[in-house]
C-alpha cells in the first residue's frame, strides 16, 4: 500500500508537461494602461460636465401619468381608418380642424390659407399674413390657420395660432382682425392660439396652448409640462376678454355643450378633457370631464349620434409609453432638447392613429383605428356631417373621409 502511494505521487510530479506561466506585465506598460484609464475617465467627467452646463430651451416639469388604458372593450383596435379615403393628396397640407357649410369643407392648412373644398376644387377663401409660407420657421409671419367655426351670422370665425382671431366672409374673403396675437389678456401674452368655439350670443371661447412657446415649437411646449395654457371669453359686440381658466396644460380642442351649460376643454399632455361649467350652481367650476385617455389628445367636436369626437395626436399604448417615459424624467426632456430635434420623438412613438368617441358623461363609446398608421397617420378634429366623417391633421398632406353607410 505504501508503495502504490509512493507510486502514484511520483507519477503526479513526473507525467505530463508543467503549466505555462504568462509573464508579468512590465511597469511600463502597467503605467501605459494605467494612463489610458485616466485619460478616458478625465475626457468622460468633462463631457458630463460639458452636458451638464450646455442649457436646455425646456424647463421641464415631472408628468406622471396612469398607466394607458388597455385597448379593449369600445378601445379595441380595429381597421375602421385603414378603410377611409385620402382626398385630394399632395393638394392641401395640414387640414387642422374642418367645418361645413352648404356641402363644402372649409379647414385651415400649414401654408397660412383658409381653403374651400368642393368637388375636389380648392379654392383660397382667405390669407392672414404674408409669404413665404410652407416652412414651419415662416409660419410666425406667414399665420398658421387652426381652430374655425361657422356662426349663426354667416360668417366664418379662424383663430390664426400667430396672428390672432380673424371673421370671414366666405363669398367676398373680407376679412376683419377682431382680436390681434400680439396683445397680451391677463398680462401675458398669447403664443400659441389654437381652437375656438361660439354660443348663440356670438360669445367666443378660445383657447392658448401656451404663453411661452409658439406653435412652431409645439414638441418643447409637450416636452415641458408645465402650465403655461389658459382660456378666454371675449365678446365681439363690447370688445370685453376675460381669462376663464389658467394654469393649464397645453389647453387644445374647445367644444360647448348642445345646451352651452357648459364647456369641454382637451388638455394635450394630460391625456383629459376638463369641463368648465358656464351657467347653473356649479358656474365657474372646472372638473374632469374624461381622464388617462389613451392617447394625446387634439381637438374635440360633436357627434351627431350624441356625445363627442376626440382626435388623438399620438397614441399611448401599453405595456410601454414613450411618451409617458419621458414626462415623468425632467433630465431626459432636457438631453433630448439639448441633443437631438424634438421631431425625434415623433419617430419613434408607435405608428397607431386613433380616434375615440365620449358620451355625455365623458365615458369611452366607441373608437376608430388605423394600428399600422399607414393610411390615416394621425387625427387632429373630426367633422361629422351624418353621413361621412371627415378627418382632419396638422400634418397629412390629404383629407381623410369614412363612409358612415
Not at 89 to 113: C, H, I, N, S, W
Not at 353 to 365: C, P, Q, Y
Amino acid at each position: 500500500m505504501e508503495r502504490n502511494v509512493k507510486q502514484r505521487k511520483g507519477k503526479k510530479h513526473t507525467s505530463g508537461s508543467k503549466p505555462s506561466v504568462q509573464p508579468e506585465k512590465s511597469a511600463s506598460e502597467r503605467s501605459a494602461w494605467s494612463k489610458r484609464l485616466t485619460a478616458c475617465a478625465v475626457m468622460a467627467t468633462a463631457l458630463g460636465i460639458v452636458v451638464y452646463l450646455l442649457p436646455s430651451p425646456v424647463d421641464p416639469v415631472p408628468l406622471y401619468l396612469p398607466s394607458p388604458p388597455v385597448l379593449e372593450g369600445p378601445l379595441a383596435p380595429n381597421t375602421l381608418l385603414q378603410g377611409a379615403e385620402r382626398l385630394l393628396e399632395g393638394k392641401v397640407f395640414g387640414p387642422e380642424a374642418l367645418e361645413m357649410r352648404d356641402g363644402a369643407v372649409y379647414t385651415g392648412t400649414g401654408d397660412g390659407q383658409v381653403v374651400k373644398i368642393e368637388n375636389d376644387q380648392i379654392t383660397t377663401i382667405a390669407r392672414f399674413g404674408s409669404p413665404p409660407c410652407g416652412l414651419q420657421k415662416d409660419e410666425h409671419r406667414c399665420g398658421r390657420p387652426l381652430g374655425l367655426r361657422f356662426h349663426s351670422d354667416g360668417f366664418l370665425y379662424v383663430l390664426d395660432a400667430y396672428l390672432g382671431l380673424f371673421k370671414v366672409n366666405v363669398e367676398t374673403g373680407d376679412t376683419t382682425k377682431l382680436l390681434s396675437g400680439e396683445d397680451p389678456i391677463g398680462g401675458k401674452p398669447m403664443k400659441f392660439l389654437n381652437d375656438l368655439d361660439i354660443d348663440s350670443d356670438g360669445v367666443i371661447y378660445f383657447s392658448d396652448s401656451s404663453y411661452r412657446w409658439q406653435r412652431r415649437q409645439n414638441r418643447h411646449a409637450v416636452l415641458e409640462n408645465t402650465k403655461t395654457a389658459r382660456v378666454f371669453k371675449f365678446d365681439p359686440k363690447t370688445g370685453e376678454k376675460s381669462v376663464i381658466l389658467d394654469d393649464l396644460c397645453f389647453a387644445n380642442g374647445i367644444q360647448l355643450s348642445p345646451d352651452e351649460d357648459f364647456l369641454l376643454i382637451t388638455e394635450t399632455t394630460y391625456a383629459q378633457v376638463k369641463k368648465y361649467y358656464l351657467k347653473g350652481p356649479k358656474k365657474g367650476q372646472v372638473e374632469v370631464f374624461a381622464d388617462n385617455l389613451p392617447g394625446l389628445v387634439d381637438n374635440i367636436r360633436p357627434r351627431r349620434a350624441g356625445g363627442y369626437w376626440v382626435g388623438m395626436a399620438t397614441v399611448r399604448k401599453q405595456p410601454i409609453s414613450v411618451y409617458d417615459i419621458i414626462a415623468a424624467r425632467p433630465w431626459l426632456s432636457k438631453l433630448i432638447t439639448k441633443f437631438i430635434s424634438p421631431e425625434w420623438i415623433v419617430k419613434v412613438v408607435p405608428k397607431h392613429s386613433l380616434v375615440i368617441a365620449l358620451d355625455e358623461d365623458g365615458n369611452i363609446i366607441e373608437s376608430l383605428h388605423d394600428t399600422t398608421g399607414r393610411n390615416i397617420p394621425s387625427v387632429s378634429s373630426v367633422l361629422d356631417t351624418g353621413e361621412h366623417l371627415y378627418f382632419g391633421s396638422y400634418h397629412a398632406e390629404f383629407l381623410g373621409r369614412l363612409s358612415l353607410k
